[in-house]
């Protein structure tokens, strides 16, 4: 039973688990956009979504479900930096990916 909020090159991965929830990485910081590129990430890129489940051969998306529009994903900012969270460096790119449920 745990919420992740991701941002992967790759697909996640989930084995042995259930309850899982999976979101788009929700948070930013001063200098956040170049701190991504600077680690081979592409901002506009992200996985999240596209879990795969070792103990779900045929794919029912048992184990765990997506984080859909209507739920809260707040931004996320450090403590005292609400303000100046989202820069210019930083452009609002949090997807807006509508994902059906898998169950």
Known sequence: NCTLYLHCKTEPIIETSSGMRFASFNGAYPGHH???????LKPRENNWHKV?????PNKTGKNWSIFQ????MSLWCQVGDAESCVTDDF???LPNVNVPRVR
């Open 34 to 40: 170049k701190a991504m590129i600077a680690a081979n």
């Open 69 to 72: 529009k209507d739920e809260d």
């Open 52 to 56: 795969y489940d070792f103990n779900d």
């Open 91 to 93: 452009p609002h790119y």
